[in-house]
């Protein structure tokens, strides 16, 4: 899976960086969420996987695509041809994604509570993380009666574990220690 992500950062780079100049982000997101759909096709992975001129994928991809794509989403699916990269496209789509969620200086974080949280809660929250990771926060809120009580926040590789079910793991380690 990192090899993908390794293969893909470069394309993905290269069409957040039009798509910004071009001030089209949110086409750019949306031809690739497409395109990526159509290359997790059975019929079209197989396609791909054999050993047609990348001129006839490319023409054949992008008539699938049909107006989904612009000319320059199909110039990026005909460079991705060339290379044999089609395939990537999902990884492309998925860093293309992270790089506009980077840029928008938003993180998706994941909340876990006991409980429901009221609005009045969920604002706190919201503003005292929007503090913490110096981001505008979006709040993917769950419940999970078997915390017990507190909270688990997920945002990114940080993890912020203030449930009672983890202290009290914690506790009973520490008692057998």
Not at 20 to 46: C, K, P, R
Not at 47 to 57: M, R, T
Request: aromatic share 6%; hydrophobic share 45%.
């Amino acid at each position: 899976m990192s090899e993908l992500t390794t293969i893909a950062r470069p394309y993905a780079k290269a069409a957040f960086d039009f798509a910004v100049e071009q001030a089209d982000i949110e086409n750019w997101q949306s031809m690739l969420v497409f395109s990526a759909a159509v290359t997790e096709n059975e019929d079209m992975q197989s396609f791909l996987s054999g050993s047609v001129a990348a001129d006839k994928v490319s023409e054949i991809f992008t008539g699938i695509c049909g107006d989904q794509l612009n000319t320059h989403g199909q110039n990026f699916i005909k460079v991705l041809a060339e290379n044999n990269r089609l395939t990537v496209l999902p990884d492309i789509s998925r860093v293309f994604n992270e790089l506009k969620v980077e840029h928008e200086k938003r993180v998706d974080v994941d909340v876990t509570s006991a409980s429901e949280l009221s609005d009045a809660q969920i604002e706190k929250l919201s503003a005292a993380l929007e503090k913490r990771f110096d981001r505008k926060v979006q709040l993917n809120c769950n419940v999970d009666p078997a915390l017990v009580a507190g909270l688990l926040i997920k945002a990114g590789d940080t993890v912020i574990d203030g449930s009672v079910n983890s202290k009290l793991n914690r506790l009973k380690d520490a008692l057998q220690a």
